[in-house]
């Protein structure tokens, strides 16, 4: 990949000057799904499928972004100086708003420089390519500037560019699994003190499959922000009614049970229930793996699944169709959506002898009933961003 997004580097803009090379990972997340703006933890962990990025400095203040990917749109110029939102500007929105969120927050970047991007995760399929994109931006300007930026704060940088720039309120899970990611590990994060710990997941029989729906989707398009509206109307009237908490997190499922007759609309009952029981469902989930209880850990993906179908409502005809015929299947311990929903991909533990067959027999499930064939990936679990 390195050879690829070199090569390409010199064909744009010439062979001149010295040159780096940096990767940032994506991510999938096991369990733990929209709970990252209400407080709640999440269990994700990065891939080995990520975003390269071969950049050399400037001495003016010109930015010149180029992606493999999207070689039909050529070199598209900025500069450091006009770090405004342009949705004609597709994809370079991501890196510059990183430019910008860094510029606000004090930082000083002086200079422009000319970069290729490549990805080997696919685009909108909710691994978070956006997110690797924004982190892998974020170290690269720390290392050029020799910037004094943590991890977590690159994290919360790349946030703040989705958020204030690019207009998607998520939350911190994404960015924060990339920066931090570590090699066979989860990363367990409480998202209300970004506190986090590592746990190993020892696969030894098993493999992590996803699951592409293939119906592309794109976070700003889709229903996120309303949900996430949703829950902080719910939280609101929980507080009003007399709860003294500040996130949906804090709550058990029975405290939950208690109250909810204060959240006056139906809908946001069941937001807000997914976002309490799901969180406890992390909970339960990753004891279930530091008790070797896998079988366990299925089930609550299952759950988690249902949940997110039922009460949530964002994963729609394809996903549950993925799932539901990976369940059916041999060797099968657990599946869920991943990610926002509304599209994009399930993930699924699987017996490493039964993965084969497997992805045979969904992908004939999908195809019969949604028209068009899925994806599979097997992968790995990566580490954090780093130059190559
Ligand atoms: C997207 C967002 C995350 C998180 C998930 C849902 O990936 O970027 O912050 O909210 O959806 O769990």
Known sequence: MKEIV?????????????????????????????????????????????????????????????????????????????????ENENWINYPKGVIWALKDEGYNIEHGFDVVYYGTIPNGAGLSSSAS???????ILKDMFKLNIDNTKIALIGQKAENKYVG??????????????KKDNAVFLDTATLEYQYAPINLENE??????????RGLGDSKYNIRRAECEMALEELQKGGLKIKALGELTEEEFEENKYLIKDEIRQKRAKHAVYENQ?????????????????GKLMVESHNSLRDDYEVTGIELDTLVEEALKQDGVIGARMTGAGFGG??????????????????????????????EFYVVEIGDKPRII
């Open 6 to 86: 070199e090569a390409k580097f010199k064909e744009i803009f010439g062979t001149e000057g010295r040159f780096k090379t940096y990767f940032a990972p994506g991510r999938v997340n096991l369990i733990g799904e929209h709970t990252d703006y209400n407080g709640g933890h999440v269990f994700p962990c990065a891939l080995t499928m990520g975003t390269y990025a071969t950049v050399r400095e400037r001495e003016d203040k010109i930015l010149n972004f180029y992606s493999i990917n999207f070689d039909e749109l050529g070199i598209i110029s900025s500069s450091i100086e006009n770090l405004v939102y342009n």
């Open 133 to 139: 994109l924004e982190v892998l931006t974020a170290v």
């Open 168 to 181: 998607v309120n998520c939350g911190i899970m994404d960015q924060f699994v990339i920066a931090n990611g």
């Open 207 to 216: 493999k992590i499959v996803i699951m592409n729906t293939n119906k592309k």
């Open 281 to 297: 469902r992390t909970l339960k989930a990753v004891q279930a793996l530091r008790d070797n209880n896998l079988e366990l850990f």
């Open 345 to 374: 991909c399930a993930v699924s533990i699987v017996k490493t002898d039964k993965v084969e067959k497997f992805i045979k027999n969904v992908e004939n499930g999908y195809r019969e009933k949604i028209g068009y064939n899925p």
